[in-house]
């Protein structure tokens, strides 16, 4: 009998021992363990967090816009005094408080119907102050077929599926400066959607440029502006943009 009280004692004594240990395993009696499993737990929560902050930048991405408007103006391109007369020019315009050229004033009115962004394509080398010499420079760098060096480039490209494209016609072209931009941007995929403002010429075969220089984009029907109508180009602009599905 007391033989069998001690086997029972022992038997009891192992089981309660294989207990402790399975609790420990567990970690839910170890505060070390516990610990670890919280911080891991924090951890993976932590990761799940940034991967959830990823998302909800994208989603705070996709609810701003993914329309874009890049254009190029002289008059945003040139060393102009603060105080600029903008009547001292056919290309100088002062449009929400800005100065800025025909092709901005254009640009401006997009974003105003659209709630695009705006990107002023911007050389390092400034333009002349005056018209004239300017006139002068685009001739010069077309017939060199120069790309100027750009000062500025777009941040977070892929956010944007639309590309207003505008640009003054420099000499039945675009301003060089809109060859570096194209060089530079790889809008496959997207879709471009151009305007001019001229004097007259339009967009001469600058829209053939555009589908050369960037084939695998879409890209939609265009519309030009006389540079002096520009200011009053409002009305036509959101009729263009209601004609391709961008305003309302
Ligand atoms: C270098 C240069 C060349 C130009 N060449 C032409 C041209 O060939 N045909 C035309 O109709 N207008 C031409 N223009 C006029 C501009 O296209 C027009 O003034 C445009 O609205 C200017 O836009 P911006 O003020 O945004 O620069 C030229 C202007 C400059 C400065």
């Not at 103006?73 to 040139?78: D, I, K, P």
């Not at 903008?86 to 659209?114: C, K, L, P």
């Not at 400066?177 to 075969?205: C, M």
Request: proline residues 3%.
């Amino acid at each position: 009998m007391k033989r069998l009280t001690v086997i029972f004692i022992v038997l009891a004594l192992s089981f309660s021992l294989v207990s402790c240990g399975g609790n420990e395993t567990a970690g839910g009696s170890d505060p070390e363990t516990t610990l670890r499993s919280s911080q891991t737990t924090e951890m993976e929560t932590s990761a799940s967090a940034a991967d959830m902050s990823g998302q909800s930048e994208e989603a705070v991405e996709e609810d701003g816009t993914n329309l874009l408007v890049a254009y190029f103006s002289y008059a945003e391109n040139a060393d102009l005094p603060d105080d600029v007369d903008a009547s001292s020019s056919a290309s100088i315009q002062i449009w929400n408080g800005e100065t800025t050229g025909n092709t901005g004033v254009v640009a401006a009115m997009i974003a105003q119907t659209t709630g695009a962004d705006l990107f002023s394509i911007q050389t390092v080398e400034k333009y002349p102050d005056t018209y004239d010499a300017t006139i002068d420079k685009g001739q010069e760098e077309q017939s060199a077929d120069a790309r100027p060096e750009l000062a500025n480039q777009i941040e977070n490209l892929d956010n944007y599926d639309v590309i207003f494209l505008g640009y003054p016609n420099w000499w039945g072209d675009m301003p060089m400066a809109v060859y570096s931009f194209l060089d530079e941007v790889d809008l496959s995929g997207k879709t471009i959607v151009p305007f001019v403002t001229s004097g007259g010429s339009g967009f001469s075969n600058t829209l053939s440029v555009i589908e050369n220089m960037e084939s695998g984009a879409t890209v939609q029907e265009g519309l030009s502006i006389g540079g002096s109508s520009a200011t009053d180009a409002q009305d036509r602009v959101n009729e263009w943009l209601s004609s391709l599905g961008y305003a309302g």
